[in-house]
């Protein structure tokens, strides 16, 4: 093969040609972190009525057991924190501005992503746990009025949804949302690569 016909020129547009363009990466970053912002403030939002729907519950009845306000402190608790959990979200997604540098945007991104995996990983395990505990605490007053049957099936038909959530909706949901934000890392350290 001769050298004195290849044209470097070329070879390096066609090497421009592969990087993904960053303005594209940006939209699509900025947009992941729209929604993201909206979808965590919109469920915030929802535990907290849940939480004000659980304490207007524990006010209006009178419970007789003190393993039932146990139960609904427990849930409280764990509605709490993850509502705690989705407030340090929305801090580090409204920290995330497409104007700053690349290498500065990058890095916020990873902490959006370091900041899901803790939730997914811890946040989410303590959740359940407490939640898990709480319902079993609520529901023991109730289940001492049943029939031994109909406790069964209470306590039985929660921790199977419980479990369905754990082991089927999580994993899923937890997977959709790295796709997505590992997608635009990829993108941004594929340019910062090629541009280094």
Request: aromatic share 16%; net charge positive; proline share 2%.
């Amino acid at each position: 093969m001769q050298t004195d016909n290849i044209n470097f020129q070329d070879i390096w547009n066609n090497k421009n040609a592969d990087i993904p363009n960053i303005q594209e990466i940006k939209a699509t970053a900025e947009k992941y972190r729209k929604k993201q912002l909206s979808s965590t403030i919109l469920l915030m939002l929802w535990l907290m009525a849940t939480a004000f729907g659980i304490i207007f519950i524990w006010n209006v009845i009178n419970f007789k057991m003190v393993t039932t306000s146990l139960g609904i402190i427990l849930i409280l608790i764990a509605l709490t924190f993850y509502i705690y959990l989705f407030f340090q979200n929305i801090n580090v997604i409204r920290k995330i501005n497409p104007s700053i540098s690349n290498q500065e945007y990058l890095s916020s991104l990873k902490k959006l992503q370091r900041q899901r995996l803790y939730m997914q990983a811890k946040g989410i395990s303590i959740y359940y746990i407490l939640l898990s505990a709480g319902f079993a605490f609520y529901f023991y007053e109730f289940a001492l009025y049943m029939s031994t049957m109909a406790a069964f099936l209470a306590y039985g038909l929660t921790f199977l949804w419980l479990a369905i959530v754990w082991f089927f909706l999580r994993p899923r949901q937890i997977r959709k949302q790295n796709q997505k934000i590992l997608k635009i890392i990829d993108s941004l350290e594929t340019i910062e690569k090629d541009l280094i």
